[in-house]
């Protein structure tokens, strides 16, 4: 017997044949309905479609023969697919080839066989349709271009396996890229990370034909032995007890230790593990009684780089797991790897805020970075939002499906005031620092303070605000007492004090006689004193005018020139009491700025008399005009001694003055600032200060420009 040869492109040939999905598969009409025409036309005792394996040849359809497979070394089929035409035999016995087959000298007595080759869609072949019989005979021309003919329709059923494979290769290859698609944007979109798991393990099961699973990120004890934590497990609880154990654990993720096991192997080993008789596996580490029946597993390590980071579990899929699987899964295990390594930043960052914001927690007030939006939409804001508003956190929060914005609690009255503020101070890339109303989840307005800053790009752009926020209300109603307070004993001094001042006046100027040195000298302390008091209590009623708002402002476009000149002159002779000399820098522009001209002095003023009040004697105070941006600076420098370090945080404030001894010689009414700070900001400009202890003070006010007159008259 000669056993037939092997074809040069049998690895090729293999691979073709296994992609055709057919070996062993049940039988089939549309091949059976050929044979059975074969057996008829021909009149042979047997017809087959033969397909050769590796070590044997399987019959995918067979009319007169009970075996299912043969052989390859003694098939007739296996020489068949050396050649590209039909193999005809006409009688075994008399062929060297086959005289002493096996199948020739023993059952089915083979005495006559032809076989035309089949080739698959590669070209490679595969199989022969064959007809076979136990009597010599030999096929004419015609029967021989009948049996091509036949063979050629087995050839377009396996190439119509063929493409139905390709499309279901295509079908399933949409379904993962579709797949992979949404767990990427559910993932990204998602709020809740654990969810997205979730979906996609639903869906895995669908694709693989699955019955139940797991997705777990893969952890090491402190030993270093790996163990699992799910992210999600399909819920097949078979009891009470399961179901609780179930309900309590999954939210968080189970945690599986044991080595010992189907998935344990995967888990050492790295390797996937598929077990289609788990029952018998020698791997498997038995189930507790009640566990759902487990027919197949897969188990299947996903990496991220050289790490495994995950585990996919599957069970009972029909027909088992295979290689095939294992490779069409390989690029939803690549994302999986993605996504774990996402989780795993995520996890960290939402620990890292959770403790941010307990820090935060401890804070008296809510801190926040949020959007220059219509709505300061939130990109964080701390969880003190919660008692000074009313409203927990998470709704302010977009990320967290919060619609709720801070813009819409302030007061309607203050809103403008506030957008404004903030804007301007922002074109400037300045801080602010701004009090107004919001309305509390009880109904009732409250006084908040905030301060905030931009944050911006090297080009200068904006990228968001960052800022503190907190409640003042019970500081704005002591100070509204305090103001009523004041308020009224004011009122009440300033008729009588006038009075009393105006008849000091008189008798200092002699209107009743000469007066003895020593009345002089009384009186003229007590009409200085009175005029201090005086002084006191316009500023009072300043401080309480501009808190009602009801000092008038006329702004208006001026040239600051001859404003700052004016300042200069009225203060000329106080520095000439003090023997301070009052300069102004000789290169100082003359730009268009929009103020209240009266208000303007008020301030130079203020600014003015402090310098010179606290110049050494022969002292010099130089005031100086400068540009930046879309701004007018007026500085005002001194050579004094310069606000102590713990006294400059509070130096606008009402009432504050230093605490050192000479300062308090210089006297004053601690209002003077406090004042000045509200006539700049009401006139849309910015103050700040200078100062180290023994250096001197540079006061700065920046005023917005305004378009030049000559433009305004044209």
């Avoid at 062993?24 to 033969?50: H, I, Y």
């Avoid at 399909?234 to 009470?240: E, V």
């Avoid at 911006?456 to 503190?468: A, E, K, N, R």
């Amino acid at each position: 017997m000669q056993k037939p040869s092997t074809p040069d492109d049998e690895s090729a040939r293999l691979l073709a044949l296994q992609q055709c999905s057919i070996l062993d598969t049940p039988p089939e009409e549309r091949f059976d309905r050929l044979t059975r025409l074969a057996k008829t036309l021909f009149g042979t005792e047997m017809a087959l479609v033969s397909l050769v394996d590796t070590d044997r040849q399987w019959f995918k359809s067979r009319q007169g023969l009970d075996a299912s497979e043969t052989p390859r070394d003694i098939s007739f089929c296996g020489h068949a697919i050396l050649g590209s035409d039909i193999l005809e035999v006409t009688d075994a016995r008399q062929d060297p080839r086959f005289a002493d087959n096996p199948l020739v000298v023993g059952p089915p007595h083979i005495r006559f066989y032809a076989g035309a080759p089949l080739k698959a869609a590669s070209g490679h072949r595969v199989g022969t349709l064959c007809i076979i019989d136990s009597k010599p005979r030999q096929l004419t021309l015609r029967e021989r271009n009948m049996l091509d003919d036949l063979a050629g329709c087995v050839e377009e059923e396996l190439h119509r396996i063929d493409l139905i494979r390709q499309g279901h290769r295509l079908e399933q290859a949409n379904r993962m890229g579709e797949l992979i698609t949404r767990a990427q944007s559910e993932f990204i979109g998602s709020i809740d990370w654990r969810q997205s798991f979730n979906t996609l393990l639903d869906e895995i099961l669908v694709l693989t034909g699955s019955e139940y699973g797991f997705i777990s990120e893969v952890l090491r004890t402190a030993g270093g032995d790996p163990y699992l934590k799910t992210y999600a497990i399909t819920n097949i609880a078979w009891d009470a007890a399961t179901r609780e154990f179930y309900e309590a654990n999954a939210p968080t993720g189970m945690e599986f230790f044991n080595l010992k096991t189907l998935f344990g192997v995967a888990l050492t080993s790295g390797d996937a593990v598929i077990a289609n008789n788990p029952a018998q596996d020698p791997r498997r580490g038995g189930l507790p009684d009640g566990h759902p029946p487990l027919n197949a597993f897969l188990g299947l390590p996903v990496h991220y780089g050289q790490e495994m980071v995950a585990m996919v579990g599957l069970a009972n899929r029909s027909g088992g797991y295979d290689q095939a699987l294992l490779d069409f899964l390989r690029p939803l295990t690549a994302t999986l790897g993605q996504l774990v390594d996402a989780a795993r930043t995520r996890q960290a960052l939402e620990k890292q805020e959770a403790h941010i914001r307990h820090l935060l927690g401890n804070l008296p007030g809510t801190v926040y970075r949020c959007a220059n939006d219509a709505s300061w939409s939130m990109h964080f804001i701390s969880d003190y939002v919660h008692p000074l508003t009313g409203y927990p956190a998470s709704d302010f929060l977009p990320a967290q499906g919060g619609t709720r914005t801070f813009a819409s609690l302030i007061h309607p009255d203050d809103a403008t005031m506030v957008n404004d503020s903030v804007q301007n101070d922002l074109r400037n890339q300045r801080g602010f620092r701004i009090e107004y109303r919001i309305l509390h989840a009880d109904g009732q307005y409250r006084w908040v303070q905030e301060l905030g800053r931009g944050v911006f790009q090297q080009d200068g752009s904006l990228l968001y605000l960052d800022g503190f926020i907190w409640d003042v209300t019970d500081r704005k109603r002591l100070e509204q007492m305090k103001d009523e307070f004041i308020s009224t004993v004011s009122h009440e001094l300033r008729t009588p004090l006038t009075s009393i001042s105006a008849a000091l006046g008189l008798l200092q100027g002699g209107a009743l006689g000469p007066l003895q040195d020593k009345q002089r000298e009384l009186i003229t302390i007590a009409h200085r004193n009175s005029h201090r008091l005086s002084l006191l209590i316009n500023d009072l009623l300043d401080m309480e005018k501009l808190a009602a708002g009801e000092m008038p402002f006329n702004i208006q476009p001026q040239y600051l020139l001859p404003l700052v000149q004016e300042a200069l002159e009225a203060n000329r002779t106080y520095g000439y009491e003090r023997k301070v000399s009052l300069t102004l820098k000789p290169d100082s522009p003359d730009v268009s700025v929009a103020v209240d001209s009266q208000r303007l002095m008020q301030v130079m003023s203020n600014l003015l008399s402090n310098a010179i009040k606290f110049s050494p004697e022969n002292g010099q105070v130089e005031i100086g005009i400068s540009l930046a941006d879309n701004s007018a600076r007026i500085s005002v420098v001194d050579r004094g001694p310069g606000i102590p370090a713990a006294f400059q945080d509070r130096i606008f404030q009402k009432f504050a003055q230093a605490d050192a001894s000479d300062s308090r010689r210089q006297g004053g009414t601690g209002l003077g600032l406090a004042i000045t700070r509200e006539l700049v900001e009401r006139m849309g400009g910015q103050i700040g200060f200078l100062s180290q202890e023994g250096s001197g003070t540079t006061f700065f006010v920046d005023l917005p420009m305004a378009t030049p007159l000559n433009e305004v008259a044209a």
